[in-house]
T-cell receptor
Framework: AQKITQTQPGMFVQEKEAVTLDCTYD???????LFWYKQPSSGEMIFLIY??????QNATEGRYSLNFQKARKSANLVISASQLGDSAMYFC??????????????????FGQGTRLTINP | DSGVTQTPKHLITATGQRVTLRCSPR?????VYWYQQSLDQGLQFLIQ???????AKGNILERFSAQQFPDLHSELNLSSLELGDSALYFC?????????????FGPGTRLTVT
């Protein structure tokens, strides 16, 4: 079974500073995917970034980058030059297999408990 | 805007009742997923459909059922509702099955059971 652990329930950061949100995972699958989502107070889930387990390079999307350390089973999200609008809940997720194993198209996301990030002016 | 639509946005109903939540995936997406977000359980995967067929099942209660129609929209039916079913229900969609396909989430339906 897949498991995602986010050990930081809350983080407070000054505007314009960089911030790292921690995520560790556990899986026995040789191939997997890791995702980060942002959930603002309005409630919607916004996809931020994806890292595949066989990707050689760390993923980057604008101000977001993923610090992927496969041997340590960690996939930390780094936000550079934080902005007030970055205040939100952040969820790390892993693409795992559904109950039917490897049936084509079977997958689900397993989420961590989330980190609430607050950016202070 | 993710392109995934969900209706209704809010739903308030009484215990024992039955409700239907509706989801329309992004244009071109074949997979639809349902998730439940509650304070005590966090975000939990319920069920996935791919091109009309059930593909994966999570901790979905027997009182809950879902289906995906030929036009690819999906409905989640919740029956014999209990107070503990109060939650935010998300639908997500992706292009296909296995692969680096990110799931795009709808705005959610907030269900309150009184």
């Amino acid at each position: 079974a897949q498991k995602i652990t986010q050990t930081q329930p809350g983080m407070f950061v000054q505007e314009k500073e960089a911030v790292t949100l921690d995520c560790t995972y556990d899986t026995s699958d040789p191939s997997y995917g890791l995702f980060w989502y942002k959930q603002p107070s309005s409630g919607e889930m916004i996809f931020l970034i994806y890292q595949g387990s066989y990707d050689q390079q760390n993923a980057t999307e604008g101000r977001y980058s993923l610090n992927f350390q496969k041997a340590r089973k960690s996939a930390n999200l780094v936000i550079s030059a934080s902005q007030l609008g970055d205040s939100a809940m952040y969820f790390c997720a892993m693409r795992g297999r559904g109950s039917r194993g490897s049936i084509q198209g079977a997958q689900k996301l397993v989420f961590g408990q989330g980190t609430r990030l607050t950016i202070n002016p | 805007d993710s392109g995934v639509t969900q209706t209704p946005k809010h739903l308030i109903t009484a215990t024992g009742q039955r409700v239907t939540l509706r989801c329309s995936p992004r244009s071109g997406d074949l997979s639809v997923y349902w998730y439940q977000q509650s304070l005590d359980q966090g975000l939990q995967f319920l069920i996935q459909y791919y091109n009309g067929e059930e593909r994966a099942k999570g901790n979905i209660l027997e009182r809950f059922s879902a289906q995906q129609f030929p036009d690819l929209h999906s409905e989640l039916n919740l029956s014999s509702l209990e107070l503990g079913d109060s939650a935010l229900y998300f639908c997500a969609s992706s292009v296909g099955g296995l692969g680096p396909y990110e799931q795009y989430f709808g705005p959610g339906t907030r269900l309150t059971v009184t």
